[in-house]
T-cell receptor
Framework: DQQVKQNSPSLSVQEGRISILNCDYT??????FLWYKKYPAEGPTFLIS?????DKNEDGRFTVFLNKSAKHLSLHIVPSQPGDSAVYFC???????????FGSGTKLNVKP | AAGVIQSPRHLIKEKRETATLKCYPI?????VYWYQQGPGQDPQFLIS???????DKGSIPDRFSAQQFSDYHSELNMSSLELGDSALYFC???????????????FGQGTRLTVV
């Protein structure tokens, strides 16, 4: 049973515009949420995280929003750059961090 | 900064052979995670260790075993390899013991295993 879901397999955005990647989860006990960026044949690279006690976390061009009542989080990238083109994975963890639950990823293409 | 090191980067094995994948975590990280990613699939959790003890287990076949050693590096041993074991195997590490940034896991570059 997939507890973290990314329903959009791909997203195409013009350079300079905003990219919004979405993620839904089913387990209300998740304590932390993370976004990873992945290039082909490389390991996922950590981008940004958010605790379940917050609703927003910002780091440079990346902002993650968490809506606990809707069990939904999103990653905003502003402004989008061609180098942002990659697969973005949403992940979640319980309080004990014994494992991270991953979504299926969204492939972002930022067009010059 | 030091990252998670995985070796080998690429491995080709025949069916029914064995393989050993190694993971060296970031210094002072005491938690290691193993994930398997098949073609076009999301990363699947295999197993995790904290302070050399198994902390959680996912969809890891009985043919696979893993351990974390006293220096915190970890090895994933895979026996009786099958064609379906061909995948990217990622290791990640995390530091639990306080400090900023201990909520995220950092991944290695992965080992691409091809079973022929």
């Amino acid at each position: 049973d997939q507890q973290v879901k990314q329903n959009s397999p791909s997203l195409s955005v013009q350079e300079g515009r905003i990219s919004i990647l979405n993620c839904d989860y089913t387990n209300s006990m998740f304590d932390y949420f993370l976004w990873y960026k992945k290039y082909p044949a490389e390991g996922p690279t950590f981008l940004i995280s958010i605790s379940s006690i917050k609703d927003k976390n910002e780091d440079g061009r990346f902002t993650v929003f968490l809506n606990k009542s809707a069990k939904h989080l999103s990653l905003h990238i502003v402004p989008s750059q061609p180098g942002d083109s990659a697969v973005y994975f949403c992940a979640a963890s319980l309080y004990n961090f014994n494992k991270f639950y991953f979504g299926s990823g969204t492939k972002l293409n930022v067009k010059p | 900064a030091a990252g998670v090191i995985q070796s080998p980067r690429h491995l080709i094995k025949e069916k029914r052979e064995t393989a050993t994948l190694k993971c060296y975590p970031i210094p002072r990280h005491d938690t290691v995670y193993w994930y398997q990613q098949g073609p076009g699939q999301d990363p699947q959790f295999l197993i995790s260790f904290y302070e050399k003890m198994q902390s959680d287990k996912g969809s890891i076949p009985d043919r696979f075993s893993a351990q974390q050693f006293s220096d915190y590096h970890s090895e994933l041993n895979m026996s009786s390899l099958e064609l379906g074991d061909s995948a990217l195997y990622f290791c990640a590490s995390r530091g639990r013991t306080g400090g900023k940034g201990n909520t995220e896991a950092f991944f290695g570059q992965g080992t691409r295993l091809t079973v022929v």
